[in-house]
């Protein structure tokens, strides 16, 4: 009897270590869970966004070609302008990809080419879209992943679009009132934050990143 008590006495407490290690280690999966969904929500906008910025960088590269064979001269340089601006994002996104132990290689999207108007209202139409939605939430979630470099290479991005936000709407302006030679024919880019000036408001350093003027891509 004493040792059937002694084994049943055994057995309960091995249950209890087995339950307490089950129990230990599920919430050491639940927390790692959770990490890993909240790295993984900023890696897929790192993604989501080189791809992005591939796809503008491809595309308004073919603007420009088309803004050049309509005679746009301006608006060309404009466009091969944002082209460079653009692969410098996607580039500066993909570092921090790297930085996070992920290989990635983005490919453009498809898209279309129309006429240069309908070309500047759709590079408008998209830049808007990445302010106001796509790095705005992606800033946020960065923010929350507490992945400063992240915020960073998004922060750079989305100062960048609002400055193209401007240019464009001003070409879409100039070419209503056919006064597209009233815009500025040449451009500069910053090789580290992608800010795009042109001639009329260039700065000796970069607005944002601090970048002398010496280092610029100049587009003329």
Do not use: R
Not at 65 to 92: C, D, P, V, W
Not at 137 to 157: G, L, M, R
């Amino acid at each position: 009897m004493k040792k059937n008590l002694l084994i049943y006495s055994m057995a309960v407490v091995v249950a209890l270590v087995f339950a307490s290690c089950g129990g230990s280690k599920k919430n050491d999966n639940k927390n790692n869970t959770d990490s890993t969904q909240q790295e993984s929500a900023t890696i897929k906008n790192l993604k989501d966004a080189s791809v992005g910025e591939t796809t503008a960088s491809t595309k308004y590269a073919e603007f420009a070609k088309k803004a050049k064979e309509e005679g746009y001269l301006s608006i060309a340089k404009m466009f091969e302008a944002t082209s460079k601006s653009e692969s410098i994002h996607a580039q500066n996104h993909l570092k921090v990809l790297e930085g996070l132990g992920v290989t990635f290689e983005p490919k453009a999207d498809t898209f279309s080419i129309g006429t240069t108007l309908e070309n500047l209202t759709a590079a408008l139409e998209g830049e808007t879209y990445e302010v106001e939605t796509m790095y705005a939430d992606f800033i946020k979630q960065a923010e929350v992943d507490k992945e400063d470099k992240a915020v960073q290479t998004f922060t750079y991005a989305i100062d960048t679009e609002k400055k193209h936000i401007k240019l464009y709407q001003s070409a879409i302006d100039a070419v209503n009132a056919d006064k597209e030679k009233s815009l500025a024919a040449e451009y500069y880019v910053c090789p580290k934050c992608g800010f795009t000036y042109d001639k009329n408001d260039v700065k000796e350093n970069c607005e944002l990143c601090g970048t002398s003027k010496e280092k610029f891509y100049v587009i003329e």
